[in-house]
C-alpha cells in the first residue's frame, strides 16, 4: 500500500459491491477519503458503514448515481469536490452485462450495455478530468476486461465491444491530458468472484486461468491503488491484465 494515498481524495463508482466495494475499503486503508457511487443505494450505503467503521466518519459518503446521466454524474464530481476540497483519483468501475447471440438481442440490451460501460466511463472521465484540469492533475483508472483486449464466443458482444471502447477512450485521454498532469489507465480483470459470475460459473472459466484459479476482488483492488498512486508516476496510457495468466496463452 502507497502511503501517499493517505489524505486523497477518491471517487469510486460501483462500489456498492464487488471489485468496487473491495477498491473502496483499499483506498481507506491507505488514508484515502472515498466516495461511493452506485445506483445501488443499499450495496453503496454498506459499503460507507464498512469504511466509517474502520475509519471514521468522515473517510466515506455515498451519491446514488446512474452513471450513464450526464446531470447525475456532473452532481457526483460535485460532490467529491465540495466535501474534500478536491479529487485526486478516481475508479470508473460501474458496469453491468448481458448474454444472448448477437443477432437475436434487443436493441435495448445493446443500449443498456453500451450507456453504463462505455457512455458511463466517458461521462465519468469528462466530469473528473475538468475538476483535475482545474486544481492541476490527478489519476484516474477505468475497468475494462481481458474481453477489451481479446474477443471470445461468450455471447456477449455489447459487453465486449464496450470493454473495447474503454481501453480505446484510456489510451486517447492519457495522450490528451498526460502532458496536464493526469494519468488515465486501465485495469483488465479475468474472471473475479463477484455478484456480476453466475451461479455456478466458476467452474467453466477455470481452464482460462493457467493460475489455477478465478480472482478475488482484492486483488484487481491492490493494482487499481496501485496505478493511483505515486509508484505509477510514469504508467499511463496502459491496460493492465489482472487475469490470473488467461492472456499468456
Not at 440490451?109 to 460501460?117: F, G, L, P
Not at 483486449?149 to 485521454?173: C, E, F, M
Request: with cysteine; proline share 2%; charged share 15%.
Amino acid at each position: 500500500m502507497s502511503s501517499d494515498i493517505s489524505g486523497k481524495a477518491v471517487i469510486v463508482t460501483g462500489g456498492a459491491s464487488g471489485i468496487g466495494r473491495a477498491t473502496a475499503l483499499r483506498f481507506a486503508e491507505g488514508g484515502a477519503r472515498v466516495v461511493i457511487a452506485d445506483i445501488n443505494a443499499t450495496g453503496g450505503e454498506e459499503t460507507v458503514r464498512l469504511i466509517r467503521a474502520a475509519h471514521g466518519d468522515a473517510s466515506a459518503l455515498f451519491v446514488q448515481t446512474d452513471v450513464s446521466q450526464a446531470a447525475q454524474v456532473e452532481a457526483l464530481v460535485a460532490a467529491a469536490a465540495g466535501a474534500y476540497g478536491r479529487l485526486d483519483c478516481a475508479f470508473n468501475n460501474a458496469g453491468v452485462s448481458t448474454r444472448g447471440a448477437l443477432h437475436e438481442l434487443s436493441e435495448e440490451a445493446w443500449e443498456r450495455v453500451i450507456s453504463i460501460d462505455l457512455k458511463g466511463v466517458w461521462l465519468c472521465m469528462k466530469y473528473e478530468i475538468a475538476q483535475m484540469l482545474r486544481q492541476g492533475g490527478g489519476a484516474i483508472v477505468n475497468t475494462a476486461s481481458v474481453l477489451g483486449l481479446v474477443g471470445g464466443d461468450w455471447q456477449n458482444s455489447p459487453y465486449i465491444a464496450a470493454k473495447h471502447g474503454v481501453i480505446g477512450l484510456t489510451r486517447a485521454a492519457a495522450l490528451e491530458y498526460g502532458k496536464q498532469g493526469i494519468r488515465v489507465n486501465a485495469v483488465c480483470p479475468g474472471t473475479i468472484d463477484t455478484p456480476l459470475l453466475a451461479p455456478g460459473n466458476a467452474e467453466r472459466f477455470l481452464k482460462y486461468h493457467p493460475i489455477g484459479r478465478i480472482g478475488q476482488p482484492d486483488e484487481v483492488a491492490q493494482a487499481v491503488v496501485w496505478l493511483c498512486s505515486s509508484a505509477a508516476s510514469f504508467v499511463t496510457g496502459h491496460a493492465m491484465a489482472v487475469d490470473g495468466g488467461w492472456l499468456a496463452q
